[in-house]
Nanobody, 125 residues
């Protein structure tokens, strides 16, 4: 198991950018596929982006394609989410998650075994 801690959330105006980080404890970070999810008030949790163990494959939700970029640095045990051209619909709690088994890219929450506490992202109009 890994422990995940997100950072980088905050308040930003529409059109702005934020970079989220998710730091993982433990020596086996490179064994985990990683994902970013978000949950807005009154809505279900949804996938934002995912990346495989090596960083060679990624997945993006249609709503963020072309605006968000997921990346990872296995030497630093960290996964990132660069968010550009933010709009109020992006307001949510963003959480990172780790998928222990398999070498693919996973879009379903059920594929993930470890979750961070989340960081709030608020985009004002």
């Amino acid at each position: 198991q890994v422990q995940l801690v997100e950072s980088g959330g905050g308040l930003v105006q529409a059109g702005g950018s934020l970079r989220l980080s998710c730091a993982a404890s433990g020596r086996t970070f490179s064994s985990y596929g990683m994902g970013w999810f978000r949950q807005a008030p009154g809505k279900e949790r949804e996938i934002v982006a995912a990346i495989n163990r090596s960083g060679s494959s990624t997945y993006y939700a249609d709503s963020v394609k072309g605006r968000f970029t997921i990346s990872r640095d296995n030497a630093k045990n960290t996964v990132y989410l660069q968010m550009n051209s933010l709009n109020p619909e992006d307001t949510a709690v963003y959480s990172c998650a780790a998928a222990r088994y398999g070498s693919g890219v996973y879009s379903l929450p059920a594929s993930y075994t470890c979750w961070g506490q989340g960081t709030q992202v608020t985009v004002s109009a």
